[in-house]
């Protein structure tokens, strides 16, 4: 079975630049969370979709991020324009239902360097 | 969302016994207690999930206390390949709650594991 795919592995941009992080979760996954980790923390869940619909979005800076899940599948996460503290690694994660008894899988993650 | 509260770091040799402990003294009757660890360099991996009776896995086994209130992950022979954060949360598997499916890092406990 495949795993989440996510790409670009590094990125890295000038402060105020734009940049669009892509995710490929397992097929047939219905939910799928992007995820911030900044380094020596835990993730920090940005945005939670089940099939193309938001379930929770409320940790997701609006003013420079957005998220869509087109079709319920492939997800994109953008941010516009980026700023120093945007230096994370964010990682992608899906899973069959948010139920109880599946769980989430993660990809390797995109690390982006904001300069 | 329910908090859980980990050390934040344990110390162990390679091939003895580990328990890593997690309260959470605030867990509703929908949560479940779910396990996960990160290796270094990695997204997060699934380990071990319960709600009541204790569940044993290829990887791990969970032992959960009577009241709930509290869980301990368990690494029968730890190798240096356990080496990583991992993290205890719960997860409400309550369908159509806020909070479904949710899946909230802490700061987790770093495992050293010594040759």
């Given at each position: 079975e495949a795993g989440v795919a996510q790409s670009p592995r590094y990125k890295i941009i000038e402060k105020r630049q734009s940049v669009a992080f892509w995710c490929n979760p397992i097929s047939g996954h219905a939910t799928l969370y992007w995820y911030q980790q900044i380094l020596g923390q835990g993730p920090k869940l940005l945005i939670q979709f089940q099939n193309n619909g938001v379930?929770?979005?409320?940790?997701?800076?609006k003013d420079r991020f957005s998220a869509e899940r087109l079709k319920g599948v492939d997800s994109t996460l953008k941010i516009?324009?980026?700023?120093?503290?945007?230096?994370a690694v964010y990682l992608c994660a899906s899973s069959l239902?948010?139920?109880?008894?599946t769980e989430a899988f993660f990809g390797q993650g995109t690390r982006l360097t904001v300069v | 969302d329910a908090k859980t509260t980990q050390p934040n770091s344990m110390e162990s040799n390679e091939e003895e016994p580990v328990h890593l402990p997690c309260n959470h003294?605030?867990?509703?009757?929908?949560d479940y207690i779910h396990w996960y660890r990160q290796l270094p360099s990695q997204g997060p991996e699934y380990v071990i999930h319960g709600l009541t009776s204790n569940v044993n896995n290829r990887m791990a086994s969970l032992a959960i206390a009577e009241d709930r209130k509290s869980s301990t992950l368990i690494l029968h022979r730890a190798t240096l390949r356990d080496a990583a954060v991992y993290y205890c949360i719960l997860r409400d598997g309550?369908?159509?709650?806020?909070?479904?499916g949710k899946l909230t890092f802490g700061q987790g406990t770093i495992l050293t594991v010594h040759p």
């Open positions: 379930v929770d979005d409320s940790q997701l800076p516009q324009p980026a700023k120093l503290e945007d230096s239902d948010p139920g109880m008894n | 003294s605030t867990i509703s009757g929908t309550l369908a159509g709650g806020t909070s479904y």
